[in-house]
């Protein structure tokens, strides 16, 4: 009986093993497993690429985002409990102080407005170009990035546009180039802008606005300008028309009462100060708003400071609602990528596809960031890329601070070229251009801007 037993296992073993195919063997039955483990990552990857597709076509991605969080938690089988209170709860308030900091962005923005210190800035700058097109548009560039390396939303680029759009198209230059010149020149401030850091500080803890890190913003946005200026040379440099003609699209500028020139350091007050007296970010914007009243107090009086104070803070909100709601959103994406069984699910199969190292990281960033960053893609951290910034902190394998900095880059050129940014939608509805127009206009040199600031980076930061 116990050699019947003995050859009923060994039948059974034999089976199993033959079960999976000729030759197989023990450690081919773990490799099926392994295969196994991936479904779960799989069909998440399929809803979060089936999440883009929609941002694509047009859905909002604040309802498509909030559908990814939640259906990501229950495919990887979290339950009912932990997704209503630690991911749309938990997540919703994540990253309420980076709210708060937009706020005061946007707040610094509507000051410099509403007491014409950016205006003056940047119709003296225009002056300087003595109204040839391509003068003009270096000078645009120029100075927007510089005017938002502080001001924040949509609200100031608005005002700037206004101003700086009918100029170009007073001297001839074409709306499809105008509009780049103008958002590139937003995007090349982002690299240093206090807000933007204020809130990637929260998605990216322990990052900090110094050097060798600051260094690299600083060559990455100077980067841009450059890119820009060359983009607008190429376009412009078989330009006939003459000197100071009349597009057909210009629109009448006003002359304001122009502010003392003095008052002209004020929009780059609070990155000083962060960098020279390692002030915190909103102590440094509301100084520089009280400094922004003082020093343009001439004809206003005691009363009207307050008005203007308050005015200036109500009027920052419409243009950073959009913005706002999506980092609330995101941060329910980011907590939900970050719990263990959605964790567990996705490593298996990004691991392959996501950087390891620093170099694989420069590459990655620099060949794949742009391109996957326009109309809110895979890796745009305000939309599904959030998720993939949740899986990277997670293997801790690539440094915070540097993976900030590549992330960047990519970042800027959704932030400056994606059609679906509201300063850049709001551009291009301005200028009367068609998203084929100034893609195909402005997004080459986007990209090429990504690549050659990640070789940077890695050359600086690795």
């Excluded at 190292?357 to 420069?362: E, F, N, R």
């Excluded at 890796?379 to 690539?398: H, K, S, Y």
């Excluded at 540097?402 to 940014?421: C, E, F, K, R």
């Amino acid at each position: 009986s116990v050699l019947a037993g003995l050859n009923r296992a060994n039948s059974l073993i034999s089976y199993r093993l033959n079960a999976f195919g000729p030759g197989t063997h023990p450690g081919h039955v773990r490799a099926a497993g392994g295969s196994m483990e991936t479904i779960p990552g799989l069909a998440l990857i399929a809803i979060f690429l089936a999440t883009v597709v929609l941002i694509v076509r047009g859905q909002s991605p604040l309802v498509m985002l909030l559908a990814l969080a939640i259906l990501w938690a229950l495919f990887a089988g979290v339950s009912i409990g932990d997704i209503q209170s630690k991911i749309v709860q938990g997540g919703g308030v994540q990253f309420a102080s980076a709210v708060v900091i937009i706020i005061f962005g946007a707040w610094f923005a509507q000051i410099l407005v509403q007491t014409g210190i950016a205006e003056s800035v940047i119709l003296s700058a225009v002056e300087l170009a003595g109204g040839y097109p391509l003068a003009t548009a270096m000078t645009v560039t120029l100075v927007t990035a510089l005017l938002f390396t502080s001001m924040y939303g949509v609200g100031g680029a608005i005002a700037i546009g206004v101003i700086a759009l009918p100029i170009m198209a007073a001297q001839g230059i074409p709306r499809e180039v105008a509009a780049p010149v103008f958002t590139m020149g937003i995007g090349a401030g982002v690299f240093v802008n206090l807000t933007q850091f204020g809130i990637f500080q929260k998605l990216f803890p322990g990052i900090v606005y110094r050097t060798p890190w600051l260094a690299y913003w600083a060559v990455a946005m100077t980067v841009y300008v450059v890119i820009a200026w060359i983009m607008a040379y190429v376009h412009l440099r078989k330009l006939k028309r003459a000197h100071g003609a009349k597009d057909q699209d210009a629109r009448d500028t006003r002359v304001p009462p122009r502010m003392p020139y003095y008052t002209y350091v004020v929009p780059v007050m609070p990155v000083l100060m962060t960098i020279a007296f390692n002030w915190e970010i909103i102590p440094t914007f509301l100084i520089s708003i009280v400094t922004a009243l003082i020093v343009t107090a001439k004809g206003r009086r005691p009363r009207e400071h307050f008005g203007l104070f308050v005015k200036a803070f109500y009027d920052a909100f419409p243009g950073i609602a959009t913005v706002s709601a999506l980092w609330t959103i995101c941060g329910m994406v980011i907590v939900a990528g970050q719990t263990p069984e959605v964790s567990a699910a996705l490593k298996p199969v990004l691991a392959p596809i996501l950087p390891h190292t620093a170099l694989a990281a420069a590459l990655f960033f620099g060949l794949l960031g742009g391109i996957c960053n326009i109309y809110r893609g895979p890796l745009a951290v305000v939309g599904t890329g959030a998720a993939v910034v949740a899986i990277l902190l997670a293997n801790r394998e690539i440094p915070i601070n540097y993976l900030h900095s590549l992330w960047l880059a990519p970042t800027v050129v959704q932030g400056s070229i994606d059609p679906t940014n509201s300063w850049t939608l709001w551009t291009i509805s301005y200028t009367k251009t068609t998203h084929g127009e100034f893609l195909k206009t402005a997004l080459p040199f986007g990209l090429a801007m990504v690549l050659i600031n990640s070789i940077i980076a890695y050359f600086m930061l690795s």
